[in-house]
Nanobody, 125 residues
Framework: QVQLVESGGGSVQAGGSLRLSCEAS????????MGWFRQSPGKEREFVAA????????YYAGSVKGRFTISRDNAKNTVYLQMNSLKPEDTAVYYC??????????????????WGQGTQVTVSS
């Protein structure tokens, strides 16, 4: 089993940037793909970005492509989400999840697990 702890959220104005971190412990971090998801009140958890175990392959939701960058440092057991040009619609609780495969599975949240507690991102206009 893997334990995940997200951090780095906060409040910013539109156009600003934030960098989220997700530190893993437990299961060998470098063996599996990772993903970032977000959830707003009253909405389902939605896919944001995913990265393969080596970091070679990445995939983004259309709404964040070109603004967000996912990366990982396997030596530090950490996956990052650099968020630039933030918009009010990016406001949500952001979660990281671990896949059970080394490659990016589907973008459904059902393909990821071991969710952390989440970190709040609030973007004001």
């Amino acid at each position: 089993q893997v334990q995940l702890v997200e951090s780095g959220g906060g409040s910013v104005q539109a156009g600003g940037s934030l960098r989220l971190s997700c530190e893993a412990s437990g299961r060998t971090f470098s063996s599996y793909a990772m993903g970032w998801f977000r959830q707003s009140p009253g909405k389902e958890r939605e896919f944001v970005a995913a990265i393969s175990k080596t970091g070679v392959s990445t995939y983004y939701a259309g709404s964040v492509k070109g603004r967000f960058t996912i990366s990982r440092d396997n030596a530090k057991n950490t996956v990052y989400l650099q968020m630039n040009s933030l918009k009010p619609e990016d406001t949500a609780v952001y979660y990281c999840g671990a896949a059970s495969t080394p490659h990016i599975p589907t973008i459904s949240s059902n393909a990821f697990g071991s969710w952390g507690q989440g970190t709040q991102v609030t973007v004001s206009s």
